[in-house]
């Protein structure tokens, strides 16, 4: 069942035409990847779907709620959580914290003028738990700056996650990872699919192929193919486009 | 890297060692002040610019909103109070009442139109507004005095039900100011550790992410200004006892451009106690200064000049080098 569909969105900035006639949709419990050179329109087409950006034309729905142009807040609130290819963490501020803001939980007590703010164990838990998920559970008390880059990425997916999100979408979130890190990752959203909707952008092929069930690849703007990763493997358009730069 | 968030890191327990410090300094200043060659008065001033300073940085240094125009909230302030005991009567609570209630209102309406506005639009509107509020003081002669301003403003007395405390001597309005300053610093560092003081601080370091967690920004930008607005009008009602007056000056763009540099000198940026290094050192300065030479803003002006640049995070930056403070809640 498609949970979360995106119907001919078009998008520019000034002259520039960023997206044309986008249609994607993203089945319930699925891993879906999406890949594409280098300024082909991924990311922005993560940003309208988050309510970044509104599209110019077009409609977005989730579980059969049109959600096109609201704002990322509220589409936040509705269990729609993504993680950013450049880093946006709280950097002055503990790990932990990092998450715990998240929580949908914690937004619960965002009016809180006097409680304190770790004195909920259930709360601290909860972001411990997802701390632990990504392997960061020991660095929980630290300075979110001080992390290295590895383990900025793992907080990222991280804050993603701890929105409980009914649909998570990753923008290339191996970028800038080693080969170690990336099987870790790997191994991760292997466990991770057991439990979210996942739509993620993905230049590393391999990666890509060995995780998602299905694979939409964006050129120009446009969706070129679409297809299971073996349907993919024989597309002689994906192995000029996508498959070329990467190789 | 020094930040705000370091100090709050440990849970916000009311009970730490600088707020034992400033707490005891506030109980005692009447005991030093003069034996150092000060007087009563210049506590009494020092206390209210402390409330001013710190509710301002709450939106200043915590939210990393940047108004050039927070006079207007405490000229606001000090109206409402000379207003309510000329015109409704001499009461202590109801004018202090008044002028907070004011000033939270003009807060209020001041921040709808600023919430949604970021950056150098921010900081030009709340210039703007700032000088609407000091135009309006000056032209609406017949409620405000014009130039004059109100004069003659009473000191109400402090019914304390089996007693009477006359508030026009100054130790006994000294000891007045500095309790309702016990008061208010220790909620606004509960509410700077509290769960909507994180979210605060959250958005000044990262707007978008923010968002894309689910936060009405605009909404938590709305509530600092107003509640730092409440604040300043809290100590322009105290402003207004203190002078027996109230007087366009008070929200002079001037006046807003001194908060900004007490809270930068201190090291509002990097501390909760920043603010209040900073007035202390402003009206140290003044006296001490303003003793040998009347350049003493001159002086002043340029320490905050090489302050800016040497040591952006001002006073209470270098008491953070010295302290190793590490460790979970
Ligand atoms: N906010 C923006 N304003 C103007 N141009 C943009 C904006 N965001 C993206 N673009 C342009 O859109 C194109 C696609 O960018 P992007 O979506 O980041 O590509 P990808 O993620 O596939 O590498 C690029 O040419 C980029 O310069
Ligand atoms: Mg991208």
Redesign the pocket.
């Known amino acids: 069942m498609t949970l979360f569909a995106a119907e001919a969105i078009h998008k520019r900035?000034g002259a520039?035409v960023?997206l044309e006639n986008i249609s994607l949709g993203f089945e319930r419990d699925r891993v879906h990847g999406i890949m594409?050179p280098?300024?082909?329109?991924?990311?922005?087409?993560f940003n309208v779907l988050t309510g970044r950006h509104a599209p110019d034309r077009g409609r977005i729905t989730f579980d059969g709620r049109d959600i096109t142009g609201l704002a990322p807040q509220r589409i936040a609130r509705l269990g729609i959580a993504r993680s950013f290819?450049i880093m946006n963490l709280f950097d002055d501020t503990l790990v932990i914290e990092n998450v715990l803001l998240a929580l949908p939980a914690f937004r619960g007590r965002r009016t809180s003028v006097l409680g304190k703010v770790f004195e909920d164990a259930g709360l601290t838990d909860a972001a411990l738990a997802v701390l632990d998920l990504v392997g960061l559970a020991d660095r929980a008390w630290e300075k979110a700056a001080a992390l290295p880059y590895g383990d900025r990425r793992a907080l990222e997916i991280a804050v993603a996650l701890a929105a409980e999100p009914r649909i998570l979408f990753l923008d290339e979130p191996t970028s800038g990872l080693g080969a170690e890190a990336t099987q870790g990752l790997a191994r991760l959203l292997d466990r991770l699919r057991q439990r979210y909707t996942i739509v993620i952008?993905e230049h590393d092929m391999r990666f890509l192929f060995g995780l998602a069930d299905r694979i939409s690849v964006?050129h120009w703007g446009q969706v070129i193919a679409e297809g299971t990763p073996a349907e993919l493997m024989a597309d002689k358009w994906v192995k000029r486009s996508a498959l070329g730069e990467v190789a | 890297m020094i930040t705000l968030s370091d100090l709050s890191a440990k849970g916000g327990s009311p009970v730490t060692w600088p707020m034992g410090l400033f707490l005891l300094g506030l109980a005692t200043a009447p005991f030093w002040l003069a034996p150092i060659g000060l007087y009563q008065y210049l506590g009494i001033e020092i206390a209210i610019w402390i409330l001013f300073a710190m509710g301002f940085n709450l939106l200043f240094g915590y939210m990393g909103l940047h108004s050039f125009g927070h006079g207007a909230y405490l000229g606001v302030g000090a109206y409402a109070f000379g207003l309510f005991q000329l015109h409704v009567g001499t009461s202590l609570w109801g004018g202090l009442l008044a002028a907070v209630l004011a000033a939270t209102v003009a807060g209020a309406v001041v921040g709808l139109f600023l919430s949604h506005r970021r950056g150098i639009y921010f900081a030009l509107l709340t210039i703007g507004f700032g000088q609407v509020f000091w135009f309006s003081a000056i032209k609406l002669h017949s409620v405000t005095g014009g130039e004059d301003g109100l004069l003659g403003i009473p000191r109400p007395p402090l019914e304390l039900g089996f007693a009477s405390v006359d508030l026009n001597d100054n130790a006994a309005f000294y000891w007045f100011v500095a309790a309702l300053v016990a008061l208010v610093v220790p909620l606004l560092w509960r509410l700077v550790n509290a769960p909507f003081g994180r979210v605060l601080q959250a958005i000044r370091q990262n707007e978008l992410r923010a968002r894309f967690i689910g936060y009405e920004v605009w909404r938590f930008k709305w509530a600092t200004f107003t509640i730092s607005a409440a604040t300043a009008g809290l100590a322009g009602g105290l402003f207004a006892m203190a002078q027996e007056s109230a007087y366009p000056d008070v929200m002079s763009l001037h006046q807003s451009g001194l908060i900004v540099m007490m809270v930068l000198v201190g090291g509002g940026l990097v501390s909760f106690w920043g603010p209040v290094l900073g007035v202390i050192l402003y009206f140290i300065a003044r006296d001490v200064l303003g003793g040998l030479t009347e350049t003493w803003l001159l002086w002043y002006g340029l320490m905050f000049v090489v302050m800016v640049m040497v040591r952006p995070e001002g006073l209470a930056g270098l008491f953070h080098v010295l302290r190793p403070g590490k460790g979970r809640a």
């Open positions: 900035f520039r960023v594409g280098n300024g082909a329109g991924k990311t922005t087409c290819q952008i964006i």
